[in-house]
């Protein structure tokens, strides 16, 4: 199976709202609601931002967020804070009891 | 304080084998699911395999079906994954992870992570 598409990069300024897109099909993200979120700086593990589309871990803050509709999950971060550049991935469950990741999103802070 | 240490990655021949530890602390390992997931260098993640609470559940990407082997010991709070006839295109960094709502095979969120055991396919 392919990757979930994302866009290779976003940019925003301090204090903007930026969305992250994460496009499968019918078998995985349209399917499922289990998308969910995942933010890696450099060097670092990925840290678990969102699940299940739309709900945050405990200590993740609430200017991030999550939605979906159809084949197509979303990733929203308002309040862009300068920590919040990293690259971002979304991950889906799929029709084969398999996990899709995405490609994966490098989110800068200008 | 949740920790995923693991252990067994290094530099080996295409074709040949290697056994990746995972030593779990800080929670009832048994109660969980657990995952491998993989990052080639400067590349994005992949999922490699997930096995169940009681190991009756497991799951493998298409890429190292028929390849891989994932286990686990409950007894010694250790998942392991027993990597055989390696490829080039297998060299990643192999991370191990918690899944975030139970012990059975579904949902796939990892809301804990190791920092990684480093495997190079290479002659």
């Known amino acids: 199976q392919s990757a979930l598409t994302q866009p290779a990069s976003v940019s925003g300024s301090p204090g903007q709202s930026i969305t992250i897109s994460c496009t499968g099909t019918?078998?995985?993200?349209?399917?499922?609601?289990?998308v969910s979120w995942y933010q890696q700086h450099p060097g670092k593990a990925p840290k678990l931002m969102i699940y299940?589309?739309?709900n945050r871990p405990s200590g993740v803050p609430d200017r991030f967020s999550g939605s979906k509709s159809g084949n197509t999950a979303s990733l929203t971060i308002s309040g862009l804070q300068a920590e919040d550049e990293a690259d971002y991935y979304c991950?889906?469950?799929?029709?084969?009891?398999?996990?899709?990741f995405g490609g994966g999103t490098k989110l800068t802070v200008l | 304080e949740v920790q995923l240490v693991e252990s067994g990655g290094g530099l080996v021949q295409p074709g040949r084998s290697l056994r990746l530890s995972c030593a779990a602390s800080?929670?009832?390992?048994?109660?969980?699911?657990m995952h491998w997931v993989r990052q080639a260098p400067g590349k994005g993640l992949e999922w490699v395999s997930g096995?169940?609470?009681?190991?009756?559940?497991?799951g493998y990407a298409d890429s190292v079906k028929g390849r891989f082997t994932i286990s686990r010991d409950n007894a010694k709070n250790s998942l392991y994954l027993q990597m055989n006839s390696l490829r080039a295109e297998d060299t990643a960094l192999y991370y191990c992870?918690?899944?975030?709502?139970?012990?059975?095979?579904?949902?796939?969120?990892?809301?804990?992570w190791g920092q990684g055991t480093l495997v190079t396919v290479s002659s």
């Open positions: 992870a918690k899944d975030r709502a139970g012990g059975t095979f579904e949902g796939f969120s990892f809301d804990y």
């Open positions: 800080g929670f009832t390992f048994d109660d969980y699911a």
């Open positions: 096995i169940s609470w009681n190991s009756g559940s497991i």
């Open positions: 019918s078998s995985d993200v349209g399917g499922y609601n289990y």
């Open positions: 299940e589309v739309s």
């Open positions: 991950s889906s469950y799929t029709s084969s009891s398999t996990l899709l």
